[in-house]
């Protein structure tokens, strides 16, 4: 059992940055691929990033390609999204995601999620 709790989201310019930290729990936390997904009022939730247990392998969506950066420190049993250049159609709420296996761009595919955490991009 894996219990993620997002955290690091708000309200940030267009152009400006954050970073989203998503801690996990259980121990075996460091063997699952994780996931960033989000979801915009109205519309399905999205696939964001993705990284593999060991940080070798790492997914992009095509619209944060180039901006966000997923990473994440096994020790400290966390996740990272690193967001530049945010957009205003980058606000949602976002959440991460936990797997055992490869890492995948579908939300079916995973097996545990977090609360999720509000990032605005004001215009």
């Known amino acids: 059992q894996v219990q993620l709790v997002e955290s690091g989201g708000g309200l940030v310019q267009a152009g400006g940055s954050l970073r989203l930290s998503c801690a996990a729990s259980?121990?075996?936390?460091?063997?699952?691929?994780m996931g960033w997904f989000r979801q915009a009022p109205g519309k399905e939730r999205e696939f964001v990033a993705a990284i593999n247990w060991n940080a070798v392998i790492t997914r992009y969506a095509d619209y944060v390609k180039g901006r966000f950066t997923i990473s994440r420190d096994n020790a400290e049993n966390t996740v990272y999204l690193q967001m530049n250049s945010l957009k205003p159609e980058d606000t949602a709420v976002y959440y991460c995601a936990a797997r055992r296996g490869a890492t995948t761009t579908s939300a079916s595919e995973y097996d545990y999620w977090g609360q999720g955490t509000q990032v605005t991009v004001s215009s």
């Open positions: 259980g121990r075996t936390y460091s063997t699952y691929a």
